[in-house]
């Protein structure tokens, strides 16, 4: 039977603490790991032709760790993005960052808008980076934009206001390190998603776990498939 690959992935990146301090390492090393796995996945995802790939890096909740935990968590995304405009452009990839932007530094915001506009005209997947981001704070501030426009209150115009307007709801939600929770990631978006999760650590995720994911997700579609 044929494999379907589904448009809309999205995954919570856990687990790089615990890669690191397991083999008596920093954290800071499993934060850096668990980028270069970032990257490797984006290229497979965009391989597989898969459209839309979230991922959740961070939630407002993180600003908890140890100062230099979170120093060193403030500059990856800078690095991250300096990395990717020079690579992603001609890789055919599309990066969009979703969250609060107000707060960050200007330097970052500025980046952001770089690579987001560098990029904007590739036709390939889609990254779409969740910083800074909840997922309730997400449906709040749709609802008060909602509120303030002349439309009707429904789930359709709702959407219209949701930092993923445009883009489809997602297919199927990876969740790395044995935590069995959505933790405020993409709440309204994941409604009807299928929901997978791996004890691998999000370091050690490569290509054969991304495949036992997308397997998983072809049995239950092929199971759901006549009644859909
Ligand atoms: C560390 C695995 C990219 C998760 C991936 C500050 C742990 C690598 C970003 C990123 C992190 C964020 C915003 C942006 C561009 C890139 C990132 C954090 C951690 C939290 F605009 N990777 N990444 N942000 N890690």
């Known amino acids: 039977m044929k494999k379907k690959i589904p448009t809309h992935i999205a995954i919570i990146m856990d687990g790089n603490g615990r ?45 908890k760790r140890p100062k230099e935990e979170v120093e060193y968590l403030m500059n990856l995304p800078f690095q991250f993005l300096e990395r990717t405009n020079k690579e992603f452009k001609n890789e055919n990839i599309k990066i969009k960052i979703i969250g609060t932007k107000n707060k960050l530094p200007e330097k970052l915001i500025n980046k952001i808008i770089e690579v ?56 199927l939600l990876i969740r790395t390190s044995g935590e069995y929770r959505i933790s405020n990631f993409l709440l309204w978006q994941t409604a009807y998603s299928e929901l997978y999760f791996t004890d691998v650590l999000w370091p050690d995720f490569n290509k054969k776990c991304f495949d036992d994911a997308l397997n998983e997700y072809n049995k239950r579609e092929r199971r759901f498939g006549g009644l859909k």
């Not at 397991?22 to 490797?40: I, M, Q, S, V």
Request: charged share 25%; net charge positive.
């Open 116 to 171: 987001e506009k560098n990029t904007e005209n590739n036709t390939g997947l889609n990254l779409i980076i969740a910083f800074n981001y909840g997922g309730k704070e997400e449906i709040v501030s749709a609802v008060k934009r909602l509120t303030q426009s002349n439309l009707e209150i429904n789930e359709e115009n709702l959407e219209k206001f949701l930092y993923t307007e445009n883009i489809p709801n997602v297919d």
């Open 19 to 63: 890669w690191a301090q397991k083999r008596g390492l920093p954290r800071n090393f499993g934060h850096r790991k668990g980028a270069e796995t970032l990257l490797k996945t984006v290229r497979y995802a965009n391989k597989l032709g898969i459209k839309y790939l979230t991922v959740y890096a961070f939630s407002t909740e993180n600003w």
